[in-house]
């Protein structure tokens, strides 16, 4: 490789190593809001089904809805 590029590489790796705890800790975070949007808005979805549900007029088999 040419001498340029080897030290654009050392210079990254070592960035990346001394930037890899406030990272890390930056994504837990990140993961850990996801998850709470996450179990939020299935908590959501799931009230929306139960409310359109019961919205819903049931129908027997066999007899007209009503709709064309």
Do not use: F, H, Q
């Not at 930037?19 to 994504?27: A, F, I, L």
């Not at 919205?55 to 088999?61: E, T």
């Amino acid at each position: 490789m040419r001498p340029s590029l080897d030290k654009a590489l050392v210079k990254t790796a070592s960035k990346n190593l001394e930037n890899w705890p406030r990272n890390r800790g930056k994504m837990g975070e990140i993961w850990r809001r996801t998850g709470e949007n996450w179990m939020k808005n299935g908590r959501k979805r799931n009230e929306n089904r139960s409310k359109n549900r019961a919205a819903r007029p049931r129908v027997a088999a066999g007899e007209p809805d009503g709709s064309p």
